[in-house]
């Protein structure tokens, strides 16, 4: 199946410990993000990388750090996790414009990280 | 987000139509699009609609964008229980790449 794969898609793990969540599309897109949807649903993003390199870094805390080994693949590591970063991480990959036109992302489907 | 808002709750029987806004202040926004949630999943695009367009149809779908009032619509015609999500309108800026802002979403409730 084309898609944008997330894993794992659920993650309950304790305050401070260290977690990642790893995302791969097949789609052959150029840009990949993250995004953060918080308890009322409201989306924002995080990061976001263009062949391998950074390009958006929104105001998050450097506990939060990205790598992306390849195109194909953006993943999200967290130290020391806190209570607050309790919310659904959602990776989402695009293509560069075609023909003039941005067809928008295409989202895997989430992982619901609860930190406790 | 600051820059695209839309009414939290909307609830219709089914077989009605149901009408989702949003308004966005971005006047340079280029594509406006929908993106439909259901629960437990990701965001699944509907549709979208370039900014030199005031209208486009795609089956139940109908997008209405009025530029002057910076206004986005979602009709969906003959509602189905399955259109119950949460609908979300989102915004690409010329000048910012192809990054999306996102509206806070509205939750369709279909009652049968």
């Known amino acids: 199946d084309t898609a944008v794969s997330q894993t794992p898609k659920y993650l309950v793990t304790q305050m401070g410990n260290d977690k990642s969540i790893k995302c791969e599309q097949n789609?052959?897109?150029?840009?990949m993000y993250w995004y953060k949807q918080d308890s009322k649903k409201f989306l924002k993003i995080m990061f976001s990388?263009?062949?391998?390199?950074?390009?958006i870094n929104e105001t998050v805390p450097n506990r939060f750090s990205p790598k992306s080994p390849d195109k194909a693949h953006l993943n999200l590591h967290i130290n020391s996790l806190e209570l607050g970063d309790s919310a659904v991480y959602f990776c989402?990959?695009?293509?560069?414009?075609?023909?003039?036109?941005?067809?928008?992302?295409?989202f895997g489907s989430g992982t619901r990280l609860t930190v406790v | 987000g600051e820059d695209v808002e839309q009414s939290l709750f909307l609830s219709v029987r089914e077989g009605d139509s149901s009408v989702i806004n949003c308004t966005y202040t971005d006047s340079s926004s280029t594509y406006l699009y929908w993106y439909k949630q259901e629960p437990g999943a990701g965001l699944q695009l509907l549709t979208y609609?370039?900014?030199?367009?005031d209208m486009k149809q795609d089956q139940r779908l109908t997008v209405l964008l009025n530029k002057k009032d910076k206004h986005l619509s979602l009709r969906i015609a003959d509602t189905q229980t399955g259109d119950s999500a949460i609908y979300f309108c989102?915004?690409?800026?010329?000048?910012?790449?192809?990054?999306?802002?996102f509206g806070g979403g509205t939750r369709l409730m279909v009652k049968p």
């Open positions: 990388y263009n062949n391998k390199e950074l390009i």
């Open positions: 989402a990959s695009s293509q560069d414009n075609v023909g003039g036109v941005f067809y928008g992302y295409t």
């Open positions: 609609i370039f900014s030199n367009m």
């Open positions: 989102a915004e690409t800026v010329n000048n910012a790449g192809n990054m999306l802002t």
């Open positions: 789609l052959g897109h150029d840009t």
